[in-house]
C-alpha cells in the first residue's frame, strides 16, 4: 500500500481521473476552450498532464505564470510565444505593478474590472490584450466571489471604450459565477449579461471576439450535486442562441477537473471519549490536506478502511488548535491507534493552501497513471 510505502500523511493524486474529467469537459462543453485554473492545484505534474490533454491554463500570480511557462522548456522561441498567446489568460483582475512590468514582454491575456486597472496595464503592460470581467449574480455558490471583482454590467461599455482610448487591444469579456456554483441559472444569467454588453459595444464601434465564461463548474462530491452533463446542456443552448459563429469561449474549469483526482490518507493517532463521543485524532490537520475546510468552505468526509460497526465519532487534526476540527460527526468503527483513514475528492484547494503551521510539515504527494 501506498501509505505503507510512502508514510502519512499522503495525498494520492490519480491523474488517468484528471484525463477523464478533462474529457468529459471537452465531451459536454465542445465549443469551450479548457482554461486549467492552477490555483485549484498547482501541482506541475498535474499542469504537465493538463497540458498534454491540450488544456491551456487561468493563472493569477507571476509563480503559477511561470510553473505553466516552464513546462514550455525545450520548445522553439516562437512556439514558446504562440503557446503564450494561446495558453494563458492572467484572470487576475487586480495585479501590482511589477507583476504587470514582468508579463509585458510575454503579451498574455490579462483581465481588469475598473479605470485604474487599465491605465496600470497601459502603463506598465502595454503590449497585453485586456478582458473586462464583467460582476454576475453568484447566488447558491460555495464561495462567493462577486462583492470582489467584476464591473457593474451598465459601466462594461464606457470602460471598453476608455481601454480603445488609451490604445489597448479589448479582446474579450469574462466572468465568474462563484464556486462550486449548483445553481445553474447563475451562468444562464451571467452570459445573456455578457451578450448584451457585446452588442453594446458593437453598436459603439467596437467588436469582442472573445468571452471567458470562468469557472464554478461543480465538482460531484456528494450525490446532491447536480449532473454536469444538465449545466453543459443550458449553457450549450445559451451559446447557440446568444452568440455569433466565430466568439471564441472560454472557461476556467480548477476544482471540476482535479477534486475527484485525489485521495488523503492519514494515520490515527490518538483516540479519545469527550462527552460521550469517540474522538479520533489524525497526523494531518486543517492546517494542512483539510485546508479546504477553512478555506474553500468544504466538508471532507472520512472513512475507514477497517470494516465493522459504526458509530458517530469527531475527527480532530494534529495541530494545537482547537479550530482543527476535521469533523464533528462521522460514522466510523472503533479504530485503534496506527489504523489509516482516507478522504475521497481532495485534489482542489487542499493541500494547494497547506500550511506549515505548529511545525507541521504538508502531506507528501504521489501521483500514480502519468
Not at 491605465?119 to 464561495?143: D, F
Not at 449553457?235 to 485525489?262: H, K, M, S, W, Y
Request: with cysteine.
Amino acid at each position: 500500500m501506498l501509505a505503507r510505502r510512502h508514510g502519512t500523511p499522503l495525498v494520492v493524486v490519480d491523474h488517468a481521473v484528471i484525463r477523464r474529467n478533462y474529457a468529459v469537459f471537452r465531451k459536454h462543453l465542445p465549443k469551450v476552450q479548457v482554461y486549467y485554473a492552477v490555483k485549484a492545484n498547482p501541482a506541475p505534474e498535474i499542469v504537465r498532464t493538463l497540458y498534454k490533454a491540450g488544456a491551456s491554463f487561468d493563472v493569477a500570480s507571476m509563480p503559477e505564470f511561470m510553473g505553466v511557462y516552464g513546462n514550455l522548456r525545450g520548445l522553439p522561441r516562437k512556439a514558446r510565444q504562440d503557446f503564450i498567446w494561446d495558453k494563458i489568460i492572467y484572470a487576475n483582475p487586480i495585479k501590482p505593478r511589477e507583476t504587470l512590468k514582468a508579463l509585458n514582454r510575454y503579451r498574455p491575456l490579462v483581465t481588469y474590472d475598473n479605470a485604474a486597472e487599465l491605465r496600470k496595464i497601459r502603463e506598465h503592460a502595454p503590449q497585453a490584450g485586456v478582458v473586462l470581467r464583467l460582476r454576475v449574480p453568484n447566488t447558491g455558490s460555495m464561495v462567493e466571489l462577486s462583492s470582489k471583482f467584476g464591473c457593474d454590467p451598465g459601466e462594461a461599455a464606457d470602460l471598453v471604450l476608455e481601454a480603445f482610448r488609451l490604445g489597448l487591444a479589448v479582446e474579450g469579456l469574462s466572468f465568474h459565477v462563484g464556486s462550486q456554483c449548483t445553481n445553474f441559472e447563475n451562468f444562464v444569467q451571467a452570459l445573456n449579461m455578457a451578450a448584451a454588453v457585446m452588442e453594446e459595444a458593437r453598436t459603439r464601434g467596437h467588436d469582442i471576439k472573445i468571452l471567458d465564461i470562468g469557472g464554478g463548474f461543480p465538482a460531484p462530491y456528494d450525490k446532491h450535486v447536480r449532473p454536469f452533463e444538465e449545466l453543459a446542456r443550458k449553457i450549450n443552448a445559451e451559446i447557440d442562441r446568444l452568440f455569433r459563429p466565430g466568439i471564441q469561449i472560454l472557461a476556467e474549469p480548477g476544482r471540476f477537473l482535479v477534486a475527484t483526482a485525489a485521495t488523503a490518507i492519514a494515520r490515527i493517532i490518538g483516540k479519545a471519549v469527550r462527552d460521550g463521543k469517540r474522538c479520533y485524532y489524525i497526523d494531518d490537520s486543517v492546517y494542512h490536506t483539510f485546508s479546504g475546510i477553512i478555506f474553500d468552505h468544504c466538508q471532507y468526509h472520512v472513512h475507514a478502511f477497517k470494516r465493522g460497526k459504526t458509530e458517530i465519532c469527531a475527527v480532530f487534526g494534529q495541530t494545537c488548535d482547537g479550530l482543527d476540527t476535521i469533523s464533528p460527526s462521522e460514522e466510523l468503527p472503533d479504530l485503534e491507534i496506527e489504523d489509516l483513514v482516507y478522504a475521497p475528492n481532495i485534489g482542489a484547494y487542499s493541500n494547494a493552501s497547506s500550511t506549515w503551521f505548529n511545525g507541521f510539515p504538508p502531506a507528501r504527494v504521489v501521483h500514480v497513471n502519468r
